[in-house]
């Protein structure tokens, strides 16, 4: 079994900042991508932010520069550092995670959602 568990939403007014973790635990071998998806009333779920295993980062360009995303792995923990937040920025944050649970196995987790809200 592997649990995902995400903290760290909230409110928050425009030009402020918030930090998203998402932790996983349960049987783990290993943990390749890690990354962050956001979906807002109406619109598509997108890829806001992803590492690998690596330390290879990619952002979407609505964040790029503003948002930081980073892992570490004795904790088996992703995490997502949002600054300058804009009302844009408003949408429930989901946490993935591409995850071996042994070297002839890898599946893919879904994190329960945080809610993430910016004010103007």
């Known amino acids: 079994q592997v649990q995902l568990v995400e903290s760290g939403g909230g409110l928050v007014q425009a030009g402020g900042s918030l930090t998203l973790s998402c932790a996983a635990s349960?049987?783990?071998?290993?943990?390749?991508?890690m990354g962050w998806y956001r979906q807002a009333p109406g619109k598509q779920r997108e890829l806001v932010a992803s590492i690998t295993s690596r330390g290879d980062t990619n952002y979407a360009d609505s964040v790029k520069g503003r948002f930081t995303v980073s892992r570490d792995n004795a904790k088996n923990t992703v995490y997502l550092q949002m600054n300058s937040l804009k009302p844009d920025d408003t949408a429930v944050y989901y946490c993935?995670?591409?995850?071996?649970?042994?070297?002839?196995?890898?599946?893919?987790?879904w994190g329960q959602g945080t809610q993430v809200t910016v004010s103007s």
């Open positions: 993935n995670t591409n995850i071996r649970r042994s070297t002839s196995y890898r599946a893919t987790y």
């Open positions: 349960g049987s783990i071998f290993s943990i390749d991508t």
